[in-house]
């Protein structure tokens, strides 16, 4: 508890137990024999925890999956005074006390210089949310008001939002503390200097890697860094002028991003309300959908905090039992080729397996004749699964091919095109089609020498621009201004500008 609070008489009322995971809360107003209420977690850090304890055992796995390709969140969501933003940034200067968000730049930029044959390209940008309204806080002009748009490729994003490119940990802590100067923040009787709006850091990585083809890769990784404002009641503010207007606005989208954990976790729900609040609609990616995402909930011990306290942990206990669906951000071309590979060993083990129980039919059918005198020869009883999927096999092969003569008639008709590059297309289809043509031969004739057919090495190939995965910077004709569509980033590329 804080001085102030042990000044004030208030009494504790919360017990945590790290080992267990497991925060208990008594009602202070409690009948005599009311047990208090107990809340399991993944984890829970109390007042002797450090700040590297939170990092290193729940951030840091995050934090490696963005560099991998993920898209990931961290939020941290608790009443005034309680400690997000110090869980968020902490004290930059003293390692010790550093928090999430400058733990994880050291993170990002330390695996960067240790990489070997990968290029990164590290994009940033700060935003708020005040009062219903998107403020870009790099932005010159703060004046400006934000749109919310969204693209059916790469989901929601902000419209003309700044995005700076940084190389190294000094430039983006100046980013960061750029944005910060320019935060809404406020006193109330709870925090002297309460963050009245909410913050998203963001932070776009995308690496390039050459791969075992000698073709390049790319992959997009996605940090969302969220310190939300406080929640609390109006009544313990001890605010004027504006303060009851942002309270008001702050606890209307806290309150619907409670409806969409509540949704989610309902499962029966058809309809999800993300669009209730620009809040819920700019996490939208990471309830419930394609990121991993970690909540962390800070409350206050004290009695006087108690309604307070136990709605947080009410809060927390519906939003661990989310189900997201994070999948690696990669290339097109490159998601093509994974599932295929993934296609091709299930097809395998189809196959091993058919081919055990074919072995078996045969043992069984030889050892039956045998007790009856009957000759048994030794490939009577095979198994009439080779032969169908050995069709499936020409199937697939003859609706590849034809999938690649379309492709071949439709650069054709492309007038867009011009004739060089029209030419070079065609080039490459020739070849794709020849490639098939081979492959085929070679599965038929192996499907004739061992009576299994041969998954081919190549299985699909589609035509078409490849462009970066967008966060939500950029607008929806793709990446933003300065980088082009296919590029790949250069180790000491210097695009972009650092604000001064």
């Known amino acids: 508890m804080s001085r102030k609070e042990e000044a004030a008489g208030y009494e504790r009322v919360l017990e945590l137990d790290v080992k267990l995971g497991q925060v208990s809360i008594r009602n202070p107003r409690a009948a005599p024999g009311e047990l208090p209420k107990t809340f399991t977690f993944d984890a829970v850090y109390d007042a002797s925890s450090k700040q590297a304890d939170l990092y290193d055992e729940t951030v840091r796995p995050l934090i490696d999956s963005v560099l991998q390709g993920f898209n990931g969140t961290i939020f941290a969501y608790g009443q005034t005074g309680t400690g997000k933003t110090y869980t968020m940034q902490g004290a930059w200067a003293e390692p010790e006390k550093r928090g999430i968000i400058p733990s994880s730049f050291e993170h990002i930029f330390t695996h960067i210089s240790r990489s070997q044959n990968q290029q990164y390209l590290v994009r940033a940008s700060y935003l708020e949310i005040y009062q219903e309204e998107i403020r870009d806080l790099l932005a010159k002009d703060q004046s400006k008001k934000l749109e919310l748009k969204e693209n059916p490729e790469t989901g929601v994003y902000i419209k003309d939002l700044s995005s700076f490119v940084t190389k190294n940990v000094k430039e983006i802590e100046h980013v960061m503390n750029l944005g910060s100067q320019t935060r809404s923040v406020g006193s109330t009787n709870m925090n002297e200097h309460s963050s009245r709006s909410h913050a998203i850091f963001l932070i776009t990585i995308e690496c390039s890697e050459t791969g075992p083809d000698g073709e390049e890769h790319i992959r ?281």
């Open 220 to 500: 997009v990784g996605k940090l969302n860094l969220v310190d939300l404002a406080g929640s609390e009641r109006q009544s313990k503010m001890g605010a004027h002028g504006e303060r009851p207007k942002e309270a008001s606005k702050i606890n209307l989208s806290l309150s619907a991003l409670g409806n969409v954990i509540s949704a989610l976790v309902d499962g029966k729900s058809t309809h999800i309300p993300y669009r209730d609040s620009k809040l819920t609609r700019l996490l939208q990616d990471s309830l419930g959908g394609n990121a991993k995402t970690i909540m962390v909930a800070t409350l206050g011990p004290a009695s006087h905090s108690y309604e307070e306290s136990l709605s947080t942990l009410r809060f927390a206990n519906r939003a661990k039992n989310i189900k997201n669906k994070p999948r690696v951000n990669e290339d097109p071309k490159d998601t093509l080729l994974r599932e295929f590979q993934e296609e091709i060993v299930r097809l395998k083990a189809q196959l091993e397996k058919r081919g055990m129980l074919g072995k078996k039919r045969r043992r069984s059918s030889r050892r039956k004749k045998a007790a009856d005198g009957e000759s048994a020869t030794e490939n009577e009883g095979e198994d009439d699964n080779e032969e169908g999927l050995e069709k499936n096999m020409e199937n697939y092969l003859k609706e590849q091919k034809e999938r690649l003569e379309e492709e071949k008639a439709a650069i054709q008709d492309d007038h867009s095109l011009v004739s060089e590059e029209k030419q070079k297309l065609l080039q490459e289809k020739e070849k794709m089609i020849e490639d098939l043509r081979k492959e085929q031969e070679a599965t038929e004739l192996l499907a004739t020498k061992y009576k299994v057919p041969v998954t081919p090495r190549h299985c699909e190939w589609r035509w078409g621009k490849i462009c970066f995965a967008s966060c939500p910077v950029g607008g929806s004709d793709g990446p933003e201004q300065g980088v082009q569509a296919g590029w790949a980033p250069q180790r000491g590329v210097q695009a972009g500008w650092t604000p001064q």
